[in-house]
């Protein structure tokens, strides 16, 4: 089992450019959740999808924050525009029913 | 809302040292409670659940965590730490329901393990 894959590892952009967040959770399992880790705040949960259906986005900073899910084996999470103070760590889990969240490696964002 | 507390941001030992972190949260209902360790540079990685049960859980790589529900703690411990066990480590809690496990993480612990 490959695990849960994201893209990419690193991403640096500058303020008010987009960027899409890539994310391949583990084969059969139902749920998938984002995660932004800071300093400041840790880890937030952002949303979560079930059966690629989104239920909680209440995590969501604000407007310029969007994720999809159009299928079972793939998500993104979009930022535009982005700002200096998204830069963080975001993760990707993905779980099948009541099990263990299994994460990605991340992927690290720095918004000059 | 539900919340989690890790007392303790920086823990240094030397190896050999017993480790204790400590973990409470705030739900009173039914909870499923998690130990996560993250390496550094690394994703997380589970290092024990408790569900229901014995309430004396035990992890991979010697770690153990104890639930106690009328102090709605849950503290990871090791009664020997090495080098290796230099990371972060997250205490979660999510409620029971039918559905997936949504987390609530701490705010972390960094613990560093010096030779």
């Known amino acids: 089992d490959a695990g849960v894959i994201q893209s990419p590892r690193h991403e640096v952009t500058e303020m008010g450019q987009e960027v899409t967040l890539r994310c391949k959770p583990i084969s059969g399992h139902d749920y998938l959740f984002w995660y932004r880790q800071t300093m400041m705040r840790g880890l937030e949960l952002l949303i979560y999808?079930?059966?690629?259906?989104?239920?909680?986005d209440s995590g969501m900073p604000e407007d310029r924050f969007s994720a999809k899910m159009p299928n079972a084996s793939f998500s993104t999470l979009k930022i535009q525009p982005s700002e200096p103070r998204d830069s963080a760590v975001y993760f990707c889990?993905?779980?099948?029913?009541?099990?263990?969240?299994?994460f990605g490696n991340g992927t690290r964002l720095t918004v000059t | 809302a539900q919340s989690v507390s890790q007392h303790n941001h920086h823990v240094i030992l030397s190896e050999a040292a017993s480790l204790e972190l400590g973990c409470n949260y705030s739900y009173g209902g039914t909870v499923n409670l998690f130990w996560y360790v993250q390496y550094p540079g690394q994703h997380l990685q589970l290092l024990l659940k408790?569900?229901?049960?014995?309430?004396l859980v035990k992890g991979i790589k010697g770690f153990e965590a104890e639930f106690i529900k009328s102090k709605f703690s849950f503290n990871l411990r090791k009664p020997s730490v090495q080098w290796s066990d230099t990371a972060e480590y997250f205490c979660a809690v999510t409620r029971f329901t039918g559905g997936g496990n949504k987390l609530t993480f701490g705010t972390g612990t960094q613990l560093k393990v010096e030779l």
């Open positions: 889990a993905s779980s099948f029913g009541r099990s263990p969240l299994h």
């Open positions: 999808f079930n059966n690629n259906v989104p239920i909680d």
């Open positions: 408790y569900f229901s049960g014995d309430p």
